[in-house]
Each structure stands twice: as C-alpha cells, then as structure tokens.
C-alpha cells in the first residue's frame, strides 16, 4: 500500500490545484453573476476560457493516464523482476542439489551462498529498473529527437556533438567497472568465508581466547571489499556530475546558437523554448538509462558468476536410458573390483587395488591410520565420487548404472559429523523415511540407544532440534544421526566413525542391537576404536590407500603388523590375549 501512494505523490499537488480551481470556478457561479455575464458577453474572454478548460482538461487525463500507467509499470516490473528472481534461485539449489561432493569443493559453500542470495539480488534489482527505464527512457529520447528537428533541424546538430560524447563517458566507466565489480563479488564470498568460520567455530575461538584474532581477520576482509567498494563508487559517482555539466554546456549552445538564429529572423523566439524543452526531455531521458548503467557492471559481474553455477557440468549422473538396469532382485552382494580413486588435480590415488564383498547379515568394518583412505572408500558407495578406475557392484550391477535414486534408497549413511535439521526429532527421523510411522520413529529410536534421553525431554519425539543439533550432546546427535538411517531400513549400512562420541557401555549395546535390525542387510563400518571393530565378521585394514590385511581379528593379529600395531596402540597385551 505504502508502494502504491509513494507513486501517486508526484500528482498530489496537481489535483488539490484542480480541486481548488473548480472551488473558484463554482464561487464565481454563484457569488459572481455579473461577472460571468460581462465573460459570456465578451466573445473573446469566452473563448479564452473554454479553450483554458478543454486543454487544462485534456492534460488533467493524460497526467491521470501518465499516473496510473505509471504504477502498472512499476507493479509490474518489481512483480516480473522479483519472479525472476524467485526462479533463478530455485534453479541454482535445483543445480547445487545435483552436485558432487567435486563440484562443491571446488566452488566452495560460502561462494554458493553468495552466488544464491546476493549475485541473484543484483540481478533482481537490474531487472526491476531495466523494466521501469527501458520501456520510458528511448521513448522519451526518440521522441525528443524527432521533436526537436521538427522545431528546428540546423540547431539540432547541437545533439551530434553531445550524445556521442555521453555514451564515450557511459562505455568508459562500464569497461572499468566491470573488473571491478568481478572482484568486489569475489572479495564478498571471501568474507562470507570467514564469517561463517566464526560463526560455525565460536565455541573453539573461545576455548582458545582466539576472540580478538578472529576480530582482526574479519576487519582485514571487511575493510579489503571496502576499499573496492569505494574505488568503484568513486568511479560511478562521476557520472551524474558529468551529466548534470553536459546539460548545461548543451543549453548554453543551444542559446548561443539559438539566439544567433533569432537575430537572423530564421528562429521565432517561442521556437528556441520549445527547442529547449526537447533538449531537456532527451537529455533526461539519458540520465535515466545512465542510472541503469551503473548498476549494469555489477549485474552483468554477478550473471557470469550464476552461469558458471548453471553450465557446471555434474561428474556424479544418472545414467543414460540405454545403460540404466533396475534392482529387482533382493540385495545378495555389495562388492568392490580393483577400485581405484584419485582426488581431481591430485598427483597420486588416494585408493589403489581394493577389492573385497559384503554379503547380508555380514559386518565388515574398515580400520587404519589417519589420511589412509578409509571415509574416502565408504563415499564411493553412495557415489558421492566416482570411482577412477574398477568398479563397486550392487548384486553385480555397476552402481554407475544403476539410477541415483534408486541408489540412495538402498544405501543408508550416517556421516562422520553428525548432523541434524532445525525441526523436531520425528521429523530429522523422517528424512530417513518421509511416512513413517510413530511407531517406526520409537522403534528406531530403541535400537540406536536414544529412546532413553528422548523420554526425559519435555515432548519426547515432538522436542524441537536446533539447526545442527546444538542444544544436545555430542553423542545424543550420533544415536539420532544412526536412527534416521535405521528408520529406511536400507540394503546398505554405512558407518563412517559415527560410534567416536560414545562411551563404551552405550557403543556395545548399540552394536548389539544392530545385529538383529541389520539380518538382511550388509554393514560397513569406519572406526578408529578397536573395541567398536573386535567382533566384525571381517576387518579390512588400510595403509596408504591399499589393503594391508582382511581378516577377522584373530586372524590379523597374527598376520597383519599394521593391525596390531593399532590395537597394541589403544589396549595392552594382556587385554588382547
């Protein structure tokens, strides 16, 4: 509402003029009789009048028709610019969803956050005021020319000397600009980085008395994009001075070059006013557009940076129809063939020869030192990665073709940071399985060893999580994490060091409970703790992205230095014996 009488401001003078004008025009009707006789007695006076109120009315319903055309151009700009936003965005997250864990990386999260919120306001607010100027401004200055030689064509020569130099200025400044702006959009994604360390590490920054480091680092990033900032506005704000002064130098020759032509007797003086008037008019107009293109640079700079986000090639795809199989039998196998995997731009594989299979009801758990490789194996499964060479084989099909959804559904994966979503548990349970029942949510909570601290909360399944999972315990977010898995009930279970925040007690009762829920189903699991790994049916001990023992643990103690190097690193001899 506020929008709709912001427009109609211009026009408030003009009718309270009108109204005042019919005020004395019906005193004078009726207090002025003799004097609207002597008017109508006077053929001239008459006719004076009538032709002021003909006019005066034809101008009143053009300025009515300029009013509400007006704000039928502006509604409709901000609801086409703002749509067009709203669309663009959903394109990006459609696009950002696609992703691989490659492509993430290699664009980074805070410059996607940039890219969805403030590229695509940039965008937004370009669009708005293209709208509102495009459709006004090159009718008002074609028209101005065309008036203008009609009033006078020699005078209008004036034009070719001022409009060329105009647009040198305007081209000038977007050339410079749009380096510019390219790197003020870039300069911003680096403080939405550090912002969001802050924020995300605040209770280590703390820990560490890290409080005034941050500060400073912040304020560097800050105060390099205002500095870019400020060089580019520096520029900018040039160009409506340099408008205004054209103005001006244009009336001074005009009336240097007018008056000369009145003198000659080839201009009547009412010519050089209207002449003026149409100079004003197309030099207006042109300031109008010189709005538009100073937004220009930075939404043409925020367009390539969104195109890029657009035309990424995904490297994680469905297959195409002609290779795709379906899953129609029950799962029998998960096996991995001479996998091999090399980090895009790494100079050696971080996986080389891995070959083993998982059958249903078997646990198999993966165990090595720190950078061997072992949350990179797991990823593969659910093809957050592809594989560089081999293949990994759900009941011998490559799960290349094998379609991404049907995929997922399968596979069920609980991270090595624990996540949750802001909402309530039952519905983080649900991500799992979007019908699940209450039932099902309490049961999956049983298993996964959350059933106990839910039931202290104050609405049990209905208890609000905050975004992350910040209002409870480590360990509290892992049993969620593992219970939105178990509610899918998927062929594949993937552990990936999701037992590291529990206590032993609640570890082994965990992994107890899994046996039965997880009968017909294969388990992986990653873990750094012996204890989590003594009863796997089978260990797969990594070094160096290669398998340096499979076995269970009698076996590898026996065969396999490198495992009982890690266990005699956690446990003594006479525990192990």
Known sequence: MRGFIRYFKPYVGLYIGLMLLLIVRALSELFLPSLNRDIINNGILLLDIDYIWKTGGIMLAVTLILGVVSIIINYMSARISMSFGRDLRREIFTKVESFSLNELEQIGIPSLITRTTNDVQQIQQTGFMFLRIMVSAPIMAVGGVILAIRQDAPLSLAL??????????????????????????KKTDRMNLVLREKLSGVRVIRAFVKSTYEESRFETVNLDLTQTALSVHRMMVILMPSMMLLMNVAALIIYWFGAQRIDAGAMPIGNLTAFLQYITLILFAIMMASMLFIMLPRAMASAERIGAVLSMQTSVTDPEESERKELTTPFSSLRFEKVSFRYPGAEEAILEDISFEVRPGETVAILGSTGCGKSTLIHLIPRFYDVSGGSIRINDI??????????????????QKAFLFRGSIADNLRFGKENASDEEVREALRIAQAEDFVSEMSDREQTEITQGGSNVSGGQRQRLSIARALIKNPAVYIFDDSFSALDYKTDAALRNSLREKTKDSAVLIVAQRVSTVLHADRIIVLENGRIAGIGNHKDLMKSCPVYKEIVLSQVSQEEVS
């Open 160 to 185: 070719a000397v001022i409009l060329p130099v105009i647009i040198g200025i305007i081209a000038v400044l977007m050339k410079k600009g749009f380096p510019l702006f390219k790197r003020m959009q």
């Open 398 to 415: 490559d799960i290349r073709h094998i379609r991404l959804k049907t995929l997922y559904d399968w596979v069920g994966f609980v991270p």
